[in-house]
């Protein structure tokens, strides 16, 4: 069976239709053919019949070609903006993952991205070598195997060492996990790679029978990529209405960005459950000032129902959720032609802090400001413009790839910044399973004022459910100190807990923290036993 989608288990839709329009003119044909009660033309068709009927099997046939060329994954699709081309490969057994890698490549095109794509079968080791940035889009068949198109890709290429020091690449693996080798040739493509030097981009994204949400935590990346955070979801989210119930500033004074501590509250009658190291996809809005503002010049009625995302709506409620138009390109539109212009906003990912059995579900954000000063998107919504009591849309998605290890095992927990959000979820299921062999390295500006959820950390670390905490603010000497420092300092002791079997878990910064600490773990316990790592699910990161 094949394990990318579940689509991959019955034929495919287009097949299926072409098979259904053909049953269909043939039964035409013949509910025709009673109607023809005159002889059939003896003699051959004269000069003009032949002509007509070659002009139209030359336009059905060039059609037929020109549709089929419409319909598939370009195999070598060139975007220039003047830059280096970033490749997107594709290794698919249904079609599946040459329909996203298209996506992908059509995203980041119109982030102005100059962009090649191509098949996997299509590419070999001199190409890789010559290609600064690719992304390969790769399903799984059977138990692990790779697609048939892939094999000889496999063959002459993945079965060889290879040296692509200035490669930088990511991975998106789609599978099924109901087979034992989950996504196994992405994690085989992902680990080759690696080995041939090759820096990673973001983490591998592993894709569960075409699930909506890891593609989305696909999107957020190539977003993050394109430098073009605000590219619209490929699919709508199914939010919940949660309630902001406080918020709090946590570090005043800060020579970094305002950081808040925010608590909110499950629907009526919800009984919402979630893992350490899951996310909570928030669906922002914009201020009620700027949608008002908006509506004044365009001269336009709030309460006007109109309909978006499927629903309907005041006019004033859908702008709160889309991207705000020029006044200038609107003006004149009636609501409902105004609202079917919108582009919903996209939805922004947050590490949840918290565990259900604390009651509550806690997020960290640091508010961040765009090169014009306005608010971010998402910050500018959780930090500022919503108001305690309001309803916020939210979603929790399930991280797999960052779920605690088995209580007995020994946990290396390391971040910097809001990276503490997901490792004190850790520490709080941790500490509900009575597991106490935690060491916390975590790192930030000064300890005074961003040393975030201390209280709960100190607390912890006094009742021996902290065995080890290494602290490292980059502000407070004179020389800058950062965790991988810390990590560094107490290599011997890394190599014991990782000889006891301890895992390690990194959540923070993809830029500085996330490449640091990768390179310390690499020269303390070399390639091959971080590979290991890796493979055995012991060394695991939720990097933004």
């Not at 070598?129 to 048939?148: C, H, K, M, N, Y």
């Not at 993945?158 to 196994?184: K, N, Q, S, W």
């Not at 981009?201 to 593609?215: C, P, R, S, T, Y």
């Not at 923070?508 to 020269?523: H, N, W």
Request: hydrophobic share 45%; with cysteine; proline share 7%.
């Amino acid at each position: 069976m094949i394990a990318s989608t579940t689509a991959a288990r019955r034929m495919p839709p287009a097949t299926v239709g072409n098979g259904l329009v053909l049953l269909g003119l043939l039964a035409l044909a013949l509910a025709f053919l009673p109607l023809h009660d005159d002889a059939w033309w003896p003699a051959s068709p004269l000069p003009a019949h032949w002509a007509w009927a070659a002009i139209a099997v030359a336009f059905y046939v060039g059609a037929s070609g020109w549709l089929l060329w419409r319909s598939r994954p370009r195999r070598d699709r060139e975007a220039t903006n003047g830059g280096p081309q970033l490749l997107v490969a594709w290794a698919s057994q249904t079609g599946f993952a040459g329909q996203l890698a298209e996506r992908t490549a059509a995203t980041l095109a119109g982030a102005g991205i100059g962009v090649r794509l191509c098949e996997l079968a299509d590419l070999d080791a001199a190409t890789l070598a010559t290609t600064s940035r690719a992304l390969f889009v790769v399903s799984t068949t059977g138990e692990g195997d790779p697609p048939d198109p892939a094999l000889a890709f496999v063959r002459d290429v993945l079965a060889a060492p290879a040296a692509l020091p200035t490669l930088e690449f990511a991975v998106l693996a789609l599978g099924d996990r109901e087979y034992d080798h989950f996504c196994g040739f992405g994690h085989r493509l992902d680990q080759w790679l690696r080995r041939a030097g090759a820096k990673p981009l973001f983490d591998l994204v592993e894709v569960d029978n075409g699930d909506a949400g890891a593609l989305r935590h696909w999107q957020h990346h190539l977003g993050l990529l394109a430098q073009a955070p605000e590219l619209p979801d490929w699919s709508p989210v199914a939010y919940e209405p949660w309630q902001l119930r406080e918020r709090a500033e946590l570090n005043p004074g800060s020579a970094g960005g305002p950081v808040f501590d925010l608590t909110l509250a499950p629907p009526a009658q919800a009984r919402p459950a979630w893992q350490a190291g899951d996310i909570a996809e928030i669906g922002p809005r914009n201020s009620n000032d700027a949608v008002d503002a908006l509506l004044a010049v365009l001269g336009l009625a709030a309460d006007s129902i109109v309909d978006f995302g499927g629903k309907p709506r005041p006019l004033a409620e859908a702008l709160s959720r889309a991207h705000l138009p020029d006044p200038a390109e609107v003006a004149g539109l009636d609501a409902r032609t105004l609202a079917d212009a919108l582009k919903p906003l996209p939805h922004r990912e947050y590490s949840i802090a918290s565990m259900p059995h604390e009651g509550k579900l806690q997020l960290l954000v640091r508010h961040m400001r765009r090169p014009d000063g306005r608010s971010g998107l998402g910050s500018g919504w959780l930090c500022e413009h919503a108001a305690p009591g309001a309803t916020v849309d939210l979603r929790i998605r399930a991280n797999p790839n960052f779920h605690p290890p088995a209580p007995e095992r020994p946990l290396v927990l390391v971040g910097n910044g809001t990276g503490i959000a997901g490792l004190r979820a850790h520490l709080s299921a941790r500490v509900q399973a009575g597991a106490s062999r935690n060491w916390l390295l975590f790192g930030e500006r000064n300890r005074d004022r961003d040393f975030h959820y201390h209280a709960d950390i100190e607390r912890w670390q006094s009742e021996g459910f902290l065995e080890r905490l290494d602290l490292a603010f980059s502000r407070d000497g004179a020389q800058r100190r950062y965790v991988q420092h810390a990590l560094r300092d107490a290599a011997d002791t890394l190599r014991a807990w990782i000889d006891d079997g301890a895992a390690i878990f990194v959540c923070g910064s993809l830029q500085g923290m996330a490449p640091g600490v990768d390179a310390a773990l690499r020269e303390m316990l070399g390639d091959a036993r971080v590979e290991q790592l890796l493979l055995d699910g012991r060394y695991c990161r939720d990097v933004y």
